[in-house]
């Protein structure tokens, strides 16, 4: 399939979301969803950096809000971002790929932090492939800390390279192509700053059925996007 998309996006961005409700219209608990969103992740991600050789993919995994979702909820998901953070299993799953935590994710249990520490040391070498992981993560929030940086350095001109040096992806490219699985049409503050010329796209399906022939059928959907930045073709 992946021979006829002569276009392929260099950086795209996941709002994995649905799996709440992927798991009420089955009876199963909200922790179930996301046990099924989490393996579903590792596919998808596996599918763009090796079979679509999609260099940068950002995911938007746990937001500064999600902190006011049921304990139970929250303390499952710390329990599997405490797993997927484990360097051996990091580096396993995505050989080349370099760690990129994006938020604070000091928030979370030391524990967490350590392997989070680990992996991002034991990666930060790797350039074939980048995993930016959205966890404690808000938009305004990480341009409210590249702004309180700027003015810690005492930089008294700003324009939009200063700011971007500044921000959890620095030195990146910006985002290409957006998904936002479930239906719902919105970014709910995801990389604000970087999806500025992104292509956004809407699937209803759930992220834990969000399969490979759906990011193929997505990928097909940005082949067909016209990105002029602005510009006018004569």
């Known amino acids: 399939m992946k021979n006829d998309l002569l276009k392929i996006p260099n950086h795209i961005g996941f709002i994995i979301d649905g799996n709440g409700r992927w798991a009420k219209e089955r009876g199963l608990t909200r922790s179930m969803g996301h046990k099924a969103g989490i393996a579903n992740l590792d596919t998808i991600i ?77 990666t930060k070498n790797n350039t074939k492939f980048i995993l930016n992981l959205g966890i404690n993560y808000s938009g305004q929030d990480e341009l409210v800390m590249a702004v309180n940086n700027i003015v810690k350095e005492g930089v008294t001109e700003i324009n939009r390279e200063v700011i971007a040096n500044h921000l959890y992806t620095a030195g990146q490219e910006p985002l290409d192509f957006v998904v936002r699985t479930s239906g719902e049409h919105r970014l709910s503050n995801f990389m604000l700053w970087q999806v500025a010329y992104a292509e956004l796209y809407f699937p209803k399906t759930y992220w834990p059925a969000f399969k490979k022939k759906d990011l193929y059928e997505a990928l097909k959907e940005y082949q067909g996007r016209d990105r002029r930045f602005g510009a006018i073709k004569e």
């Open 46 to 122: 596996k599918e763009c950096f090796f079979t679509y050789g999609i260099h940068s993919v950002s995911i938007y995994a746990f937001s500064t809000e999600n902190w006011n979702r049921p304990k139970k909820e929250v303390d499952y998901l710390i329990k599997a971002f405490r797993n997927y953070l484990k360097g051996d299993a990091f580096t396993k799953k995505f050989p080349g790929a370099k760690l990129n935590i994006m938020g604070d994710y000091t928030k979370f249990p030391d524990d967490l932090v350590k392997n989070a520490n680990k992996t991002i040391e034991a």
